[in-house]
């Protein structure tokens, strides 16, 4: 997984967590408004998050929508409700498991993309639900009326990522009949493309995508040149490159450099099935045939005013002209490009171009084809550039007109490719808005600094020095002419502009931005677009109330500028801080003493070679043995250490998993009706992070016991004389080298008559041992395989797998589980886990002629008999130890050796006491061997199966140790 | 090598525009909200912000209020990132004294040819 994803997955979870525990401190203190906005923190950022992985839009469109419901709840225009709760919890349940989804390397899953949007329906619902019919239509219309305006940075695949998009695209298909649209034109038009549009146009709007096919897509098998080709309703097309193509030793032909942006008159959906294997890398918008949102993807594109007129005499439509204006930019671009090896055959491609255009637009081409050779003869790009100046500003054929020179001032100053150019106009129109009204000195300070910046960026440093000057000065009226003259250079008009160009023009203050702009003609029409945006600008500076009330009104209300220790204590008292996160933190400290470790590891193990080499030519083997010796003992001591430091770092709090509880209690609850209040202790009691992680199932199906077969329904509970509100209790602490965990309820408790009677019913015990049983004893058969005693089997819990799943799955952690249950009072349970199970401790026994490894936690002690004490009851062999029969089994029968055991010298039999749950029992072996530390193996594939077995573990010599599981045996 | 400080409570976001800026060549540091930024601030100069809005403790339209309210930093562009693409956020952003607003996720082109625009350093 990529580091960015796998930040993002780890940083969701966390959201994930303080989402689900806000919703629930929102649900017991509904007006909590800080709570809210944690809350609404969370989610926004967690779909600000997503929003980077386009392949995830399920995921971000749901959770935007749970957004929009807590920024309702926020601003209060909606109560918080159990209700809502329901909602966003579910959405973080969906949430989860698209994360896990993710984490596995695959796509989302359908079924949860399907369950993601159902959700998002009904979060939308939620939110409608309170602010009433009249909202709605409102809430259709806004996006139709904001669209025009070219203020904001509107992206387009931010918006289709947005969950607003289905409404948008129809309010803006609505406003998209193309009365005027001109078959003709809409067919010359697409003389650029390779693809010829269908004459007829559907009125349903047409529709411009963007194709940016990745980098590496012809290995994949794309051709993304014939896919734009086919689109359905091709009308315009054309073929840009992504980055300034690099020079030619570093180009790569195998890397695809390309953004095909076209134009097509057909629905969003056939389009969207045409590009569906491709749908992260095309974007779309939804075109106004006739409004100057066209192409609003890029303000920059759209036509010079002067070339509009020209062309629109020729019938075309807007659209057209806009795709005239494009291609004709990209001509300049890739003339201001040429380098001398290539240049002929650049030229003959834009004469190609031209021709084409041209010939569309009724325009005879012999000046092109006389530029041509000219270019060929002078070795020089200019008269082309000549030709396009002339067409782009509108005269179209005009052999003899007096030529213009540009290129040498265009050339002068940087060409900004496609992505800069619309950059710099949204950051002009960013700084219209900031230079509105009366804005203080260091605003305009800023402003004239980026202001300035740019300039240096396009090549022209006097501009920039005199832009600062006007920043310095406070000119707030100055800095705003900047930015409206940006491109068209003060006063001049636009069809001389590439005329004027004397650098002495650019004296400061008065026209500050005198030069061309890079690129001659698309400058016009940037200007245009930026003259327009300042129009806008104005117009929203004019609407009277909503907006820029609003700003003012939401201004931070303590002046800025204070001290930083004032600041700090005004904020003190709002931080919350939920940046800690999850990932597992080490202290410095821990990790400083492993590094330490490390390095006597190194320098330890570094005196081997030397012994050995020692080893090779000593007469005297007993004490270079003493030496490597003595040297196992240091590394001993150095691995010991390790491995202790190791577990340091391992060790996890148990509250990690406590943290699901607060939700799991309340859903259940809710669902059951009943009352229920749960306490929780000792989180911060640690353990292996397996051994935490092993827990959280087994904690969950007991609490679930709890809570539907434990607790009472209110009714049941007073009429027992208790409290409405059941009580679960779970507590966590560490005892000796294990940590316990108890889960007690104040509930009806287990009826050990009922037990009886249904292990009697199963045939799990026999009469005479139902009448021997002890309560406590038959209340432990809750544990058997199969037992299930709720009369009515609920989805939560009993369905016959029951405590005997609890009870394995906390054996396979090594750890033991008990049941005490009082009629009428409760039942509690306690379970014991070792804190660590990464190294298991093993002790090594014989039997015939064997090893066997048998862990240590299980061992009780180990006693040599003799075999006259060996009693047998029935056919079971028992011996007598300290006053308490205990049964003894030899192991080679148990493992179906045929082997009797062999006693030592004084006749005594080696046995080992094992605990079974609370009952002693004794395993003959033949001897005892050491005890070690081990790491153990479970057994894989066929052999897994063998339940005798808890796995391997390599001994120092080389051999394999086989540790038997004696639970199981026995 | 100019200086950018990233201001997002999130560690996604701060890592993704991380990566995008030292590719193109910037030295980078972050910060997870306005007054860590303000404070990080006052002991390193910065040539560029980039600040998320919605953080705790201090939000960005504060941070940048805080910043232009400040003689040393009010020639120090901003750029607001937020996945805000109401009119009124940008526009409180601008009256705040933010020099540009980007929604959120950035196309990295986006983020890096405003950063190199407002700093005048073409690749």
Same mark, same amino acid.
């Given at each position: 997984?990529?580091?960015?994803?796998?930040?993002?997955?780890?940083?969701?979870?966390?959201?994930?967590?303080?989402?689900?525990?806000?919703?629930?401190?929102?649900?017991?203190?509904?007006?909590?408004?800080?709570?809210?906005?944690?809350?609404?923190?969370?989610?926004?950022?967690?779909?600000?998050?997503?929003?980077?992985?386009?392949?995830?839009?399920?995921?971000?469109?749901?959770?935007?929508?749970?957004?929009?419901?807590?920024?309702?709840?926020?601003?209060?225009?909606?109560?918080?409700?159990?209700?809502?709760?329901?909602?966003?919890?579910?959405?973080?349940?969906?949430?989860?498991?698209?994360?896990?989804?993710?984490?596995?390397?695959?796509?989302?899953?359908?079924?949860?993309?399907?369950?993601?949007?159902?959700?998002?329906?009904?979060?939308?619902?939620?939110?409608?639900?309170?602010?009433?019919?009249?909202?709605?239509?409102?809430?259709?219309?806004?996006?139709?009326?904001?669209?025009?305006?070219?203020?904001?940075?509107?992206?387009?695949?931010?918006?289709?990522?947005?969950?607003?998009?289905?409404?948008?695209?129809?309010?803006?298909?609505?406003?998209?009949?193309?009365?005027?649209?001109?078959?003709?034109?809409?067919?010359?038009?697409?003389?650029?493309?390779?693809?010829?549009?269908?004459?007829?146009?559907?009125?349903?709007?047409?529709?411009?995508?963007?194709?940016?096919?990745?980098?590496?897509?012809?290995?994949?098998?794309?051709?993304?040149?014939?896919?734009?080709?086919?689109?359905?309703?091709?009308?315009?097309?054309?073929?840009?490159?992504?980055?300034?193509?690099?020079?030619?030793?570093?180009?790569?032909?195998?890397?695809?450099?390309?953004?095909?942006?076209?134009?097509?008159?057909?629905?969003?959906?056939?389009?969207?099935?045409?590009?569906?294997?491709?749908?992260?890398?095309?974007?779309?918008?939804?075109?106004?045939?006739?409004?100057?949102?066209?192409?609003?993807?890029?303000?920059?594109?759209?036509?010079?005013?002067?070339?509009?007129?020209?062309?629109?005499?020729?019938?075309?439509?807007?659209?057209?002209?806009?795709?005239?204006?494009?291609?004709?930019?990209?001509?300049?671009?890739?003339?201001?490009?040429?380098?001398?090896?290539?240049?002929?055959?650049?030229?003959?491609?834009?004469?190609?171009?031209?021709?084409?255009?041209?010939?569309?637009?009724?325009?005879?081409?012999?000046?092109?084809?006389?530029?041509?050779?000219?270019?060929?003869?002078?070795?020089?790009?200019?008269?082309?550039?000549?030709?396009?100046?002339?067409?782009?500003?509108?005269?179209?054929?005009?052999?003899?007109?007096?030529?213009?020179?540009?290129?040498?001032?265009?050339?002068?100053?940087?060409?900004?490719?496609?992505?800069?150019?619309?950059?710099?106009?949204?950051?002009?129109?960013?700084?219209?808005?900031?230079?509105?009204?009366?804005?203080?000195?260091?605003?305009?300070?800023?402003?004239?600094?980026?202001?300035?910046?740019?300039?240096?960026?396009?090549?022209?440093?006097?501009?920039?020095?005199?832009?600062?000057?006007?920043? #310095? $000065?406070?000119? @707030? %009226?100055?800095?705003?002419?900047? *930015? !409206?003259?940006?491109?068209?250079?003060? &006063?001049? =008009? /636009? +069809?001389?502009?590439?005329?004027?160009?004397?650098?002495?023009?650019?004296?400061?203050?008065?026209?500050?931005?005198?030069?061309?702009?890079?690129?001659?003609?698309? #400058? $016009?029409?940037? @200007? %245009?677009?930026?003259?327009?945006? *300042? !129009?806008?600008?104005?117009?929203?500076? &004019?609407? =009277? /109330? +909503?907006?820029?009330?609003?700003?003012?009104?939401?201004?931070?209300?303590?002046?800025?500028?204070?001290?930083?220790?004032?600041?700090?204590?005004?904020?003190?008292? #709002? $931080?919350?801080?939920?940046?800690?996160?999850?990932?597992?933190?080490?202290?410095?400290?821990?990790?400083?003493?492993?590094?330490?470790?490390?390095?006597?590891?190194?320098?330890?193990?570094?005196?081997?070679?030397?012994?050995?080499?020692?080893?090779?030519?000593?007469?005297?083997?007993?004490?270079? #043995?003493?030496?490597?010796?003595?040297?196992?003992?240091?590394?001993?001591?150095?691995?010991?250490?390790?491995?202790?430091?190791?577990?340091?770092?391992?060790?996890?709090?148990?509250?990690?998993?406590?943290?699901?509880?607060?939700?799991?209690?309340?859903?259940?609850?809710?669902?059951?009706?009943?009352?229920?209040?749960?306490?929780?202790?000792?989180?911060?009691?640690?353990?292996?992070?397996?051994?935490?992680?092993?827990?959280?199932?087994?904690?969950?199906?007991?609490?679930?016991?709890?809570?539907?077969?434990?607790?009472?329904?209110?009714?049941?509970?007073?009429?027992?004389?208790?409290?409405?509100?059941?009580?679960?209790?779970?507590?966590?602490?560490?005892?000796?080298?294990?940590?316990?965990?108890?889960?007690?309820?104040?509930?009806?408790?287990?009826?050990?008559?009922?037990?009886?009677?249904?292990?009697?019913?199963?045939?799990?015990?026999?009469?005479?041992?139902?009448?021997?049983?002890?309560?406590?004893?038959?209340?432990?058969?809750?544990?058997?395989?199969?037992?299930?005693?709720?009369?009515?089997?609920?989805?939560?819990?009993?369905?016959?797998?029951?405590?005997?799943?609890?009870?394995?799955?906390?054996?396979?952690?090594?750890?033991?589980?008990?049941?005490?249950?009082?009629?009428?009072?409760?039942?509690?349970?306690?379970?014991?886990?070792?804190?660590?199970?990464?190294?298991?401790?093993?002790?090594?026994?014989?039997?015939?002629?064997?090893?066997?490894?048998?862990?240590?936690?299980?061992?009780?002690?180990?006693?040599?008999?003799?075999?006259?004490?060996?009693?047998?009851?029935?056919?079971?062999?028992?011996?007598?130890?300290?006053?308490?029969?205990?049964?003894?089994?030899?192991?080679?029968?148990?493992?179906?050796?045929?082997?009797?055991?062999?006693?030592?010298?004084?006749?005594?039999?080696?046995?080992?006491?094992?605990?079974?749950?609370?009952?002693?029992?004794?395993?003959?072996?033949?001897?005892?061997?050491?005890?070690?530390?081990?790491?153990?193996?479970?057994?894989?594939?066929?052999?897994?199966?063998?339940?005798?077995?808890?796995?391997?573990?390599?001994?120092?010599?080389?051999?394999?140790?086989?540790?038997?599981?004696?639970?199981?045996?026995? | 090598?100019?200086?950018?400080?990233?201001?997002?409570?999130?560690?996604?976001?701060?890592?993704?525009?991380?990566?995008?800026?030292?590719?193109?060549?910037?030295?980078?540091?972050?910060?997870?909200?306005?007054?860590?930024?303000?404070?990080?601030?006052?002991?390193?100069?910065?040539?560029?912000?980039?600040?998320?809005?919605?953080?705790?403790?201090?939000?960005?339209?504060?941070?940048?209020?805080?910043?232009?309210?400040?003689?040393?930093?009010?020639?120090?562009?901003?750029?607001?990132?937020?996945?805000?693409?109401?009119?009124?956020?940008?526009?409180?952003?601008?009256?705040?004294?933010?020099?540009?607003?980007?929604?959120?996720?950035?196309?990295?082109?986006?983020?890096?040819?405003?950063?190199?625009?407002?700093?005048?350093?073409?690749?």
């Amino acid at each position: 997984m990529n580091p960015l994803l796998e930040q993002f997955v780890i940083e969701s979870r966390d959201f994930l967590e303080s989402i689900a525990s806000g919703l629930l401190t929102l649900e017991r203190e509904p007006g909590n408004s800080e709570a809210i906005d944690e809350l609404f923190r969370g989610v926004h950022t967690l779909k600000g998050n997503s929003g980077l992985f386009p392949e995830y839009a399920a995921f971000t469109h749901m959770v935007h929508a749970g957004e929009d419901l807590l920024d309702a709840v926020r601003d209060g225009r909606r109560n918080f409700d159990a209700e809502i709760a329901d909602h966003l919890l579910e959405c973080m349940d969906i949430v989860s498991a698209m994360l896990d989804c993710i984490e596995a390397g695959n796509e989302l899953a359908p079924t949860l993309c399907d369950a993601g949007k159902e959700l998002a329906v009904s979060l939308r619902a939620l939110r409608e639900g309170s602010l009433g019919a009249a909202a709605a239509p409102v809430e259709a219309a806004a996006p139709a009326e904001e669209a025009p305006e070219p203020v904001a940075a509107e992206d387009v695949s931010v918006e289709a990522l947005g969950a607003d998009d289905v409404a948008e695209t129809k309010a803006q298909d609505n406003q998209t009949a193309s009365p005027d649209a001109d078959a003709d034109g809409a067919q010359s038009a697409s003389s650029t493309g390779a693809g010829g549009g269908d004459a007829s146009l559907p009125s349903g709007g047409s529709i411009q995508f963007r194709y940016t096919p990745e980098p590496a897509c012809f290995f994949k098998g794309d051709d993304p040149l014939f896919t734009a080709i086919n689109a359905p309703g091709l009308v315009h097309l054309s073929v840009l490159p992504l980055q300034p193509w690099p020079d030619s030793d570093a180009f790569d032909p195998y890397e695809c450099n390309l953004t095909i942006v076209g134009a097509c008159e057909a629905t969003r959906e056939e389009l969207e099935h045409h590009f569906r294997y491709v749908p992260d890398q095309v974007e779309m918008t939804t075109m106004a045939a006739n409004s100057g949102q066209a192409i609003a993807a890029d303000a920059v594109h759209e036509p010079d005013p002067q070339s509009v007129d020209t062309l629109a005499g020729r019938g075309l439509s807007e659209e057209e002209e806009v795709a005239a204006g494009r291609i004709l930019r990209c001509q300049y671009e890739v003339l201001a490009r040429t380098n001398p090896e290539n240049s002929e055959g650049v030229w003959r491609s834009v004469a190609f171009v031209l021709r084409g255009l041209a010939s569309s637009h009724g325009i005879a081409h012999g000046s092109i084809d006389e530029a041509l050779e000219a270019c060929l003869k002078t070795d020089s790009g200019d008269p082309l550039a000549r030709v396009l100046d002339r067409m782009a500003a509108g005269t179209p054929h005009g052999g003899e007109a007096p030529a213009p020179a540009p290129r040498s001032a265009v050339l002068r100053a940087r060409v900004l490719n496609d992505d800069e150019l619309e950059l710099v106009d949204r950051i002009l129109a960013s700084h219209v808005h900031m230079l509105d009204g009366e804005p203080v000195a260091a605003v305009l300070l800023a402003a004239a600094s980026a202001l300035a910046g740019m300039r240096r960026y396009e090549g022209r440093v006097d501009d920039a020095t005199a832009i600062q000057a006007l920043g #310095a $000065a406070k000119d @707030a %009226a100055g800095l705003r002419q900047v *930015v !409206a003259n940006w491109h068209s250079g003060g &006063a001049l =008009p /636009a +069809a001389t502009l590439p005329v004027a160009t004397a650098p002495a023009a650019a004296k400061p203050p008065a026209t500050p931005a005198a030069r061309p702009a890079p690129a001659v003609t698309p #400058a $016009a029409a940037a @200007a %245009a677009a930026v003259q327009k945006t *300042v !129009a806008a600008a104005t117009a929203a500076a &004019a609407r =009277p /109330a +909503a907006n820029a009330g609003a700003a003012v009104a939401e201004r931070p209300t303590a002046p800025a500028g204070g001290g930083l220790e004032a600041i700090r204590s005004e904020l003190a008292e #709002a $931080a919350i801080d939920h940046s800690a996160n999850r990932v597992l933190k080490v202290s410095q400290e821990k990790i400083d003493r492993l590094m330490d470790l490390i390095g006597e590891m190194v320098v330890a193990k570094n005196a081997l070679p030397y012994l050995a080499a020692r080893a090779e030519v000593s007469t005297n083997p007993r004490e270079i #043995a003493r030496e490597i010796k003595n040297q196992y003992g240091v590394i001993n001591r150095i691995a010991e250490e390790m491995q202790d430091a190791i577990m340091q770092v391992r060790m996890l709090p148990v509250g990690n998993i406590f943290q699901r509880f607060p939700r799991l209690v309340r859903d259940i609850s809710r669902k059951l009706g009943k009352q229920v209040e749960l306490y929780m202790e000792g989180e911060d009691a640690e353990a292996d992070k397996n051994i935490v992680e092993s827990l959280a199932d087994p904690l969950i199906h007991i609490v679930r016991n709890s809570l539907d077969h434990g607790l009472e329904p209110p009714e049941e509970r007073r009429a027992a004389g208790k409290s409405d509100t059941g009580i679960i209790r779970i507590t966590a602490f560490q005892e000796a080298d294990r940590v316990i965990i108890e889960i007690g309820d104040d509930g009806r408790g287990i009826d050990p008559a009922r037990i009886k009677a249904k292990a009697l019913e199963r045939g799990m015990i026999d009469e005479a041992r139902a009448a021997t049983m002890t309560d406590h004893e038959a209340v432990q058969l809750v544990f058997a395989a199969g037992f299930s005693t709720a009369e009515q089997i609920s989805d939560l819990s009993g369905r016959g797998v029951g405590m005997d799943v609890v009870r394995s799955a906390i054996e396979k952690a090594h750890g033991s589980v008990q049941l005490s249950s009082e009629l009428g009072r409760g039942t509690r349970i306690r379970i014991a886990l070792p804190l660590s199970m990464a190294v298991t401790n093993v002790m090594i026994i014989r039997s015939a002629e064997q090893m066997f490894g048998v862990q240590m936690d299980m061992v009780v002690e180990t006693v040599r008999v003799p075999a006259k004490a060996i009693h047998a009851i029935k056919q079971q062999r028992t011996t007598v130890l300290r006053g308490r029969i205990v049964p003894l089994y030899a192991l080679n029968d148990l493992l179906r050796i045929p082997e009797p055991p062999v006693p030592n010298e004084e006749g005594e039999v080696a046995v080992l006491v094992i605990r079974l749950g609370e009952q002693d029992v004794g395993v003959i072996v033949d001897d005892f061997d050491a005890t070690l530390d081990l790491i153990l193996k479970p057994l894989d594939g066929v052999l897994g199966e063998l339940g005798g077995y808890s796995g391997t573990a390599l001994l120092g010599d080389g051999s394999v140790l086989m540790v038997l599981n004696l639970k199981e045996l026995l | 090598m100019k200086r950018v400080l990233i201001i997002d409570d999130a560690a996604t976001v701060r890592m993704y525009h991380r990566k995008i800026l030292e590719d193109c060549g910037f030295e980078v540091d972050e910060a997870v909200n306005g007054l860590e930024a303000l404070e990080k601030a006052l002991t390193t100069s910065y040539d560029l912000f980039i600040v998320d809005i919605n953080m705790p403790k201090m939000d960005g339209y504060r941070f940048i209020a805080e910043l232009r309210a400040r003689d040393e930093f009010s020639q120090v562009p901003a750029i607001m990132v937020s996945t805000e693409s109401e009119t009124k956020d940008s526009d409180r952003a601008f009256a705040a004294g933010a020099n540009f607003y980007l929604i959120k996720p950035a196309r990295p082109v986006e983020l890096t040819t405003s950063v190199r625009l407002m700093l005048g350093e073409p690749a």
